[in-house]
């Protein structure tokens, strides 16, 4: 997965839907505090930060119209920037020293941007996994690991969890 699904911007357009806006909190929040991170220089400030897109987003997707030759997390990230920009020149939240070099330049890439294709995927199958882990018992996930990923045959994951080989 390359791209942000445009089901769910459409979704997120209609304020309402409450399930959509859940899916993309849970979905953006860590990509989102890895930004904030980058030029917060305190946890909490970053995550003041991140808590801040979101009202933003609320206002400014009604707007936003998806562009198959542009990215969403260009945009997202420009969102982000700027809501941080704007705190930098409130007198009561400016921090003593300037933002590091990738955060006060509008050309800078993309945090994500950066990563190899290789660790972007990582980096989303992650993501998924965490997502996924919460549909399934916990004695169900450790055997779809231990067979996924561990390298277990699905009987020998199924008698260590106490499974069935179909439920593995």
Not at 12 to 17: F, G, Q, S, Y
Not at 41 to 48: G, N, T
Not at 58 to 78: H, M, N, S
């Amino acid at each position: 997965m390359h791209t942000t699904s445009i089901t769910l911007l459409h979704r997120l357009r209609a304020t309402a839907d409450r399930e959509a806006w859940g899916r993309f909190v849970d979905l953006y929040t860590p990509l989102l505090y890895y930004w904030a991170s980058k030029c917060q220089q305190q946890p909490h400030d970053a995550a003041d930060l991140v808590q801040d897109v979101f009202p933003a987003l609320l206002k400014k997707l009604p707007e936003f119209r998806y562009d198959p030759d542009l990215r969403f997390r260009a945009w997202l990230r420009t969102v982000t920037r700027n809501l941080l920009r704007d705190r930098m020149r409130s007198p009561a939240t400016r921090p003593l020293n300037a933002l590091p070099p990738d955060c006060s330049d509008p050309a800078a890439a993309d945090g994500v941007a950066e990563l190899t294709e290789e660790e972007y995927r990582g980096y989303l199958v992650n993501r998924a996994m965490e997502l996924m882990q919460r549909d399934f018992e916990p004695s169900t996930w450790k055997a779809v690991l231990a067979f996924t990923v561990g390298g277990q045959s699905a009987a020998e994951a199924a008698q260590a969890h106490g499974l069935t080989v179909g439920a593995v």
